[in-house]
């Protein structure tokens, strides 16, 4: 429970300097995970942070933390799409600032028992909110999508080339024996594609990678919580109030990147979960810095994980919200 809590996420320092942290400030870490974030917004400012997180088990992790800061940490657990709800039981209805750490937790991965990793034999689950969850797991799914449905969702979310060669050996393999482990389904992904791709310097990539991806995000609908989360902030952070989002693949920050940049007065972009609205509104939100921040060198070298964020801002302002449109809930 300590070493979870000493847990530093990426961009801290980033996340502190964007949101600006003052006393009597009330802050959101929409994403509590192992708690770092949080913590490092209660050390900045005497200042009350509400933590959210969809994982029990982060919610568990984070009670050494609240018995510390008794009165200044409310943890909540729950989804993006919960945060408004959520919020409201607390008798909170504005924030200062909303830090968001887009994704999978390394808590999740190092946990063979969750199924997020291919690197560790264990269930096919992927839930984040654990095998209590009402909600189907990448194993359930595996097993009733058809082969176009499968290859569709592996290319949409894990922009996998090989999506249909995929598909194929999945179908193949269930009408003998239901895939039901991660390193089974790993073996099958290798032994169809190939090793892997090459990136960067002769560093390769796992061929398993993008699949598995994909099946966390269709578990866990992940991009249309992110859309959510979004819609969110804009209700409930008051004139001043500071938006960070970390992401850490292409399919995250483009939601971001369309979401803050049609809020600050950009054109819409045409997007399957952030459709464009044809009515023109004023800004809502003014963009903090030019475009996306990265990790410096020192923190990637620290851990490696940090390569791939990316960090966007912006500032609300006193305009009100635009209308959430149900076509962003689609799936």
Known sequence: MTEALNHRPVMTEEIVETLRPRDGGVYLDGTFGGGGHARALLAAADCLVIALDRDPDAIK????????????????EGRFSDLAERLHQTRRDRLDGIAMDVGVSSFQLDDAERGFSFQRSG??????EGAQSKTKSAAQWIE??????????IARYGEERHAKRIA????????TQ????TDELASLIKRAVGEGERRGRGRGIHPATRT???????????????????????RLLRAGGRLAVIT???????IVKRFLRSRAGGEPHP????????????????????GVRRPLAREISRNPRARAAKLRAAERNSHPPRPFPLEALAS
């Not at 239901?178 to 482990?181: A, D, F, G």
């Not at 099946?215 to 902030?233: C, G, P």
């Open 61 to 76: 992790r984070g009670r050494l933390l609240q018995a510390d800061c008794p009165k200044r940490l409310t943890l909540m």
């Open 123 to 128: 269930p096919l689950d992927m839930r984040m």
């Open 144 to 153: 009733i999508l058809t082969e176009k449905e499968l290859a569709d969702i």
């Open 168 to 175: 194929r050996a999945i179908v193949m393999r269930r009408e």
């Open 178 to 181: 239901p895939i039901t482990r």
């Open 212 to 234: 598995f991806q994909a099946f966390r995000i269709l578990v866990n609908d992940e991009l249309n919580e992110l859309a959510k989360a979004l819609y969110a902030a804009e």
């Open 248 to 254: 850490f693949h292409s399919l995250e920050d483009r």
């Open 271 to 290: 997007s399957r979960h952030m459709p464009p609205l044809t009515e023109r509104h004023p800004p809502s939100f003014r963009l903090i810095g030019r």
